[in-house]
């Protein structure tokens, strides 16, 4: 990759060797300071095992990302990651904000995970962050055996804003276990707590089943606390399936 990494000189990633070294220099703790990368190229992952950039409570992304309007392509995570997507956790600082920005992910998504796992498209949590023109196209297909969130753009999210974004794809998730439950699920949100979600649209189907037990899932965003909704719009259907002794809820925008 080229570039120094800062905002007026990025750096620049062409391929998915590159886009994997920087999952693995998060993974590692190799990344230090805040900085800036950018897409060159769309980036296909297909073939690949996808390390997420960020896969644990304490391994974050935290500095800018933009995707200079490529695509990334066919992302395939099989592992027991606390947080899964391409991004799976992204920390700011509430004076230096993470950002995720102009990227669009098409293709498919798989993840199957074991434990309770976090699920987005292209973030699963994101505390302290900016997530502005992103567009996931891919069709997500999720398969946890406990708790889970899971989302097109975020699953999971705390303090953190998402404008100009859309989810154009299905959104498929599934707890296989008795006690699991689907805290939250959408198109844009799975669930988020004190953010902002503005000037976003779904258009792609949100389903849900949970194996006899709680299940909220709608079709942009699955469940807010303390959080300001505004101009979102939902193209899209949602369909909601429980086991014989299970409880849930189904809804539109929320």
Known sequence: E??????????IIMTPQQLALLAKEVNNDEQIGYNYYQLGSDIDLAGKEWACIGNDVTHHFNGSFDGNNYNVTNIKINNNNDFS???????????QRAVVKNLTLTGNVSVNAIKDSTVGGVVGYAKYATIERVNNAANVQVFVETDSSGGGIVAKGEEITITRCSNTGTIRGAIT???????????????????????????????????NSEGIIAAVVG??????LSFLINYGSVYGELGTTGTGIVGGII
């Not at 080229?2 to 750096?11: C, K, L, R, V």
């Not at 997507?85 to 004076?95: A, E, K, M, P, R």
């Not at 689907?182 to 669930?191: P, R, W």
């Not at 469940?223 to 300001?228: E, H, K």
């Open 223 to 228: 469940q807010a606390s303390g959080s300001n």
């Open 177 to 211: 276990s008795a006690s699991g439950k689907l805290s939250g699920g959408g198109g844009i949100a799975g669930y988020v707590i004190n953010s902002d979600i503005n000037n976003s649209y779904n258009s792609g189907d949100a389903k849900g089943y949970c194996n």
């Open 2 to 11: 080229s570039g120094t990494g800062t905002e007026a000189d990025p750096y």
């Open 85 to 95: 997507g391409l991004f799976g956790n992204i920390l700011g600082t509430d004076t």
